[in-house]
């Protein structure tokens, strides 16, 4: 059983386009990270939403907690060929033990 | 400058041979994770350190243990490899649970199983 639901598994854009990805949760969660990893390397750590109902941008890239703090989402805006990776959201939650615990990811390719 | 260090980047290893992967972390932490990565999955929590507190995941196989000298290495020893161990192992790094848990990574070490 997974703790943190990631949706979709894996997405393929055009260069241009808008995505979101999800991350859902049954539990309540102390925070929630988003992390983008590219192969071959460890994951890098993107942003961390701690209070309910939270939006932070990142460039292109912004990320909101639910409002109970059991999901969160995280939106590109015109998506571009160094957008590809792998997209985890991990938390904690004491719930799980305050282990840091992640989602299945989501591989994003944005083709040229 | 590099706040997580893995050693080595790959690893070579014969079936059924030990290894030992290393991890140092210059941001003194007291929280250290082992996860083991498989290609295109998440990262799976093998266990975890707080301080000198070692947390065994109920999944994890008696054939990973690890060790934590000090608050700045963690060791990850395989005593037997099989094929199916051959994996990214990927050290991390955090503040105590509760407070802002997130957590650095180290680039990883590519274990391969021949």
């Known amino acids: 059983t997974q703790l943190l639901e990631q949706s979709p598994q894996f997405l393929s854009i055009q260069e241009g386009e808008n995505l979101t990805v999800y991350c859902n949760s049954s539990?309540?969660?102390?925070?929630l990270q988003w992390y983008r990893q590219e192969p071959g390397e460890g994951p890098v750590l993107l942003v961390t939403?701690?209070?309910?109902?939270e939006v932070k941008k990142l460039k292109r890239l912004t990320f909101q907690f639910g409002d109970a703090r059991k999901d969160s989402s995280l939106h590109i805006t015109a998506a571009q060929p160094g957008d590809t990776g792998l997209y985890l959201c991990?938390?904690?939650?004491?719930?799980?033990?305050?282990?840091?615990?992640f989602g299945a990811g989501t591989i994003l390719r944005v083709k040229s | 400058d590099a706040m997580v260090i893995q050693n080595p980047r790959y690893q070579v290893t014969q079936f059924g041979k030990p290894v030992t992967l290393s991890c140092s972390q210059t941001l003194n932490h007291n929280v250290m994770y082992w996860y083991q990565q498989k290609s295109s999955q998440a990262p799976k929590l093998l266990f975890h350190?707080?301080?000198?507190?070692?947390?065994n995941e109920a999944d994890t196989p008696d054939n990973f243990q690890s060790r934590r000298p000090n608050t700045s290495f963690c060791f990850l020893d395989i005593r037997s490899p099989g094929l199916g161990d051959a994996a990214m192992y990927l050290c991390?790094?955090?503040?105590?649970?509760?407070?802002?848990?997130?957590?650095?990574f180290g680039q990883g070490t590519r274990l391969t199983v021949v």
């Open positions: 350190y707080y301080d000198k507190d070692f947390n």
């Open positions: 539990s309540v969660f102390s925070s």
């Open positions: 939403v701690v209070t309910g109902g």
């Open positions: 991390a790094t955090s503040l105590p649970h509760g407070l802002n848990t997130e957590a650095f």
């Open positions: 991990a938390g904690s939650s004491p719930a799980y033990g305050n282990k840091l615990v």
